[in-house]
């Protein structure tokens, strides 16, 4: 039999259902090599009165988005797996193993990390990461609600690769230049996230700083995938220590962007 259960996240916001009857609450997903997280982890409730209550949960969650809150209800997920079983392995799957040794709290469950896990696990880890959760529904930072259903029952603990795992790491980056780009109006694609995640990859490898990444990253989509290689830009990324990135580039014009963009996609620049 399919049950359905919210991930509600307390820091954010209190779950008020009514009208509509109360959700059961099952407890805080905490796992259990890190038991300190208890009082600060995601709660989990099921839902028993469907027709009611979803409903309910759809309005509170839309609400919470068109007030610019963070949300509450980070997702809806149906599984024909006991509760046990269901709130272990969600507890669980909040610890990340890092590639060399040790673990780091993995906020997978909510929306805003949730959607950008499609282009950085393979499907089979999407699976494992899962276990026996058999649909996901989530509110997108569009307004929108997504659904994703999986298909077998995936088991055990989530491997990722180091690049994986910087990929996530960097993934509030990315969020953030994101919202920079929709505030500007700029058309974004689905390919994108993964653009500007190449882009930040880069600006740590040049050594800049964090506040200085996510303009660069912006440029490496904006300008030219390769703008970076430009003998000027070359030249301010060779002097980031005495100047900061950003406010070297802050001098330069809209036409200086365009001539750097046109002459770095019609010559290889070493």
Request: charged share 20%; aromatic share 8%; net charge negative.
């Amino acid at each position: 039999m399919t049950a359905t259960y919210l991930i509600i996240e307390p820091s954010n916001g209190e779950l008020r259902m009514r009208p509509s009857p109360n959700a059961y609450e099952i407890g805080e997903l905490v796992p259990a090599e890190r038991p300190e997280l208890e009082g600060v982890a995601p709660v989990l409730y099921r839902l028993e009165h469907i027709e009611r209550q979803l409903p309910h949960v759809r309005a509170l969650a839309q609400s919470h988005h068109q007030d610019g809150r963070p949300p509450v209800v980070c997702g809806i997920l149906e599984t024909e797996a006991t509760t046990d079983m269901i709130r272990e392995h969600l507890a669980q799957a909040l610890l990340l193993c890092k590639p060399l040794a040790g673990s780091a709290v993995f906020r997978y469950y909510d929306p805003r990390v949730f959607a950008h896990l499609c282009w950085i696990l393979e499907p089979e880890q999407m699976l494992t990461l899962m276990g026996p959760v058999t649909r996901w529904t989530y509110l997108d930072v569009a307004g929108g609600w997504q659904d994703v259903t999986f298909e077998g029952n995936g088991s055990g603990n989530l491997v990722v690769t180091d690049v994986q795992y910087q990929q996530i790491a960097r993934l509030s980056f990315v969020r953030r230049a994101l919202e920079l780009l929709r505030e500007a109006n700029v058309t974004t694609s689905a390919d994108l996230p993964r653009q500007l995640d190449k882009q930040l990859h880069k600006a740590e490898h040049y050594g800049l700083s964090p506040e200085d990444r996510i303009p660069f990253a912006l440029h490496g989509v904006l300008v030219g995938p390769n703008f970076d290689r430009h003998p000027h830009v070359q030249s301010v990324l060779s002097q980031v220590r005495e100047t900061p990135y950003a406010e070297a580039v802050g001098r330069w014009s809209d036409n200086d962007w365009q001539r750097i963009g046109m002459e770095t996609a019609q010559h290889q620049f070493q």
